[in-house]
């Protein structure tokens, strides 16, 4: 069961959830490629360094992938990120000063961004590759609104 669920308060539901989008798995694939390339050509020690190598920068990323929850409520915006060093970030809705974010071309392109929580009390809550940033912004507004 997730992480979101399991926070969830009596009367609290889900209304929007996202997670980190898939251009992280950008290197290991670009990699995987390689090997894949060196293999057909014959270079079959090339291609097994470079495929233990896709799949040695495959796993942490993989692991963030599975373990990343972001979610908006009707009562507050939680964030898990992590499962060795966890970090949470569980934030009352009336509690959001604002959501800032951050987008290059390629993000625009491929959906993805950096989000910037900040709180009441001023502290600033930073989050990367998030799918779908400017919907995560809209939902928290929606939800306050």
Same mark, same amino acid.
């Given at each position: 069961?997730?992480?979101?669920?399991?926070?969830?308060?009596? !009367?609290? @539901?889900?209304?929007?959830?996202?997670? *980190?989008?898939?251009?992280?798995?950008?290197?290991?694939?670009?990699?995987?490629?390689?090997?894949? #390339? /060196?293999?057909?050509?014959?270079? @079959?020690?090339? +291609? %097994?360094?470079?495929? %233990?190598? %896709?799949?040695?920068? /495959?796993?942490?990323?993989?692991?963030?992938? +599975? #373990?990343?929850?972001?979610?908006? #409520?009707?009562?507050?915006?939680?964030?898990?990120?992590?499962?060795?060093?966890?970090? &949470?970030?569980?934030?009352?809705?009336?509690?959001?000063?604002?959501? +800032?974010?951050?987008? !290059?071309?390629?993000?625009?392109?491929?959906?993805?961004?950096?989000?910037?929580?900040?709180? #009441?009390?001023?502290?600033?809550?930073?989050? @990367?590759?998030?799918?779908?940033? *400017?919907?995560?912004?809209?939902?928290?507004? +929606? %939800? &306050?609104?």
């Amino acid at each position: 069961m997730s992480y979101v669920n399991n926070s969830l308060i009596p !009367d609290e @539901r889900v209304v929007y959830r996202t997670r *980190l989008n898939l251009v992280i798995f950008t290197w290991p694939i670009l990699f995987g490629l390689l090997a894949l #390339t /060196a293999l057909v050509l014959g270079f @079959r020690m090339t +291609a %097994a360094v470079l495929g %233990a190598f %896709a799949l040695i920068i /495959a796993l942490p990323k993989y692991v963030a992938f +599975a #373990t990343s929850e972001f979610a908006v #409520t009707n009562k507050r915006l939680i964030v898990k990120v992590g499962v060795l060093r966890r970090r &949470t970030v569980e934030l009352q809705l009336s509690k959001v000063e604002a959501i +800032a974010v951050e987008q !290059d071309l390629l993000g625009r392109i491929f959906g993805y961004g950096n989000i910037v929580v900040t709180g #009441t009390g001023g502290t600033k809550e930073p989050f @990367r590759t998030i799918s779908g940033p *400017l919907k995560f912004r809209r939902a928290v507004q +929606a %939800a &306050t609104g």
